[in-house]
């Protein structure tokens, strides 16, 4: 069965820099979510779409932005980058966001801030 | 806010030895909970959810029962194996979309 994609895998990037982290839900699930999980701890919800909106929003710092796309495919944009942004980050997707609706989580998108 | 308390590891068991983690939460109503498994280097596995009070849910020798009355949703297996090593993560669901809240994770070794 499909899964959730999430591309890159990894990313190494400097400091003040930008990066776009990509979510390629699972087929027919229109909700998405991300989460960042740093090392050693447990993850943090940030931000989540349903049906291309923003439907709930976490401790996601505002040099952060996300959207979804038509194709219901997500990015999260991250900018002037910081050593603490260092962590794992995950996207998740699920039919019909709800809080019934269990979430299929991607590999991760493993981002080190130099 | 929702808050979820979660067994501290790291818990470190011989193989066929019972096993019990210890979660229980805070939240407005009554949201779905679920276990999640994150194995050495991958991403996290819906493990086994739970959407009301007295469910049990299950999966892979696992089992949780939504306990409403001590907001409680322990895992269980009976006998756990070396493949069972991991990072174990409850998290129930919260808000209209259902975010999840997750606890600290208790890192599982099976030891043979």
């Known amino acids: 069965a499909a899964g959730v994609i999430q591309s890159p895998r990894h990313l190494i990037k400097e400091k003040r820099e930008t990066a776009t982290l990509k979510c390629y839900p699972i087929?027919?699930?229109?909700?998405v979510y991300w989460y960042q999980q740093g090392p050693g701890q447990d993850p943090q919800f940030l931000i989540s779409?349903?049906?291309?909106?923003?439907?709930d929003k976490g401790s996601i710092p505002d040099r952060f932005s996300a959207q979804q796309f038509s194709d219901y495919h997500s990015e999260l944009n991250m900018s002037s980058l910081e050593l603490g942004d260092s962590a794992l980050y995950f996207c998740?997707?699920?039919?019909?966001?709800?809080?019934?609706?269990?979430?299929?989580f991607g590999p991760g998108t493993r981002l080190t801030v130099t | 806010g929702d808050s979820v308390t979660q067994m501290e590891g790291p818990v470190t068991l011989s193989e066929e030895a019972f096993l019990t983690i210890n979660c229980t939460y805070t939240?407005?109503?009554?949201?779905?909970l679920f276990w999640y498994v994150q194995y050495p280097g991958e991403g996290l596995q819906l493990l086994l959810k739970?959407?009301?009070?007295?469910d049990k849910g299950s999966n892979k020798g696992f089992e949780a029962t939504y306990r409403k009355e001590t907001t409680s949703f322990h895992l269980e297996k009976g006998s756990v194996q070396v493949s069972d090593s991991a990072v174990y993560f409850c998290?129930?669901?919260?808000?209209?979309?259902?975010?999840?809240?997750f606890g600290k994770g208790t890192k599982l070794s099976v030891k043979p």
């Open positions: 998290a129930p669901g919260s808000g209209s979309q259902g975010n999840l809240i």
């Open positions: 087929p027919r699930h229109d909700t």
């Open positions: 939240a407005t109503g009554y949201p779905s």
């Open positions: 998740a997707s699920s039919l019909v966001g709800t809080s019934t609706s269990p979430q299929y």
């Open positions: 779409f349903y049906e291309k909106m923003q439907s």
């Open positions: 739970a959407t009301k009070a007295d």
